[in-house]
């Protein structure tokens, strides 16, 4: 009987199919395989802390709009936007949210999962009304959710009132000019 395949070092017969199914394996098992222990590996957007939260309502008959801006340092911004049409002026006061308080709304935003949620809720039939914008910023990315007369899922309105529930608690003075 002849042999079609090698002969290895100390005596041992592989044959080609199984040495090339071992190679597949091997190679299977690798691409397969997580980072090597102290690798280096990609941070996810995910993992990144939240930097700031803002809440902003208007509407086309409103004598004022309102923007109110949360940051993870501790400052908190709310700006009243006046309209010459209404006579009403514009006006900036700061404060200082509590750093528990910027946590557990970054905490609601993950639980809520913000980042997943559409860019925009509203009737399409409907172009007048008060609208809602709340944003996020992690890293480098800002999630803007719009909505118009309510729309949108319970997560958007539960972080909206936990947002408000956190603004009552700041004592806001004018900012600095």
């Known amino acids: 009987m002849s042999r079609t395949y090698p002969r290895l070092k100390g005596g041992h017969d592989v044959s080609l199919t199984r040495r ?11 691409m397969c395989a997580g980072p090597l222990v102290g690798a280096p590996t990609a941070v996810s957007a995910s993992m990144l802390p ?37 006579g009403t002026q514009d006006l900036a006061t700061a404060g200082r ?8 709304l970054a905490r609601l935003v993950d639980a809520q999962q913000f980042f997943t949620l559409a860019d925009e809720y509203q009737d399409p039939d409907l172009r007048d009304g008060p609208w809602t914008i709340v944003s996020v910023v992690r890293g480098a990315q800002e999630k803007r959710v719009f909505r118009r007369d309510e729309a949108g899922p319970v997560a958007l309105k539960l972080l909206e009132l936990r ?4 603004a009552a608690k700041i004592t806001f003075s004018a900012a600095p000019r």
């Open 20 to 30: 090339a199914w071992a190679q597949c394996l091997l190679v299977g098992l690798c």
């Open 50 to 86: 939240i930097s700031q939260i803002s809440i902003e309502r208007d509407c086309f008959g409103c004598a004022s709009g309102a923007l109110l801006v949360l940051r993870a340092d501790g400052t908190a911004q709310r700006m009243q936007r006046g309209k010459a049409r209404h």
């Open 97 to 104: 949210v509590r750093a528990e308080d910027f946590a557990a």
């Open 163 to 166: 947002i408000d529930e956190v």
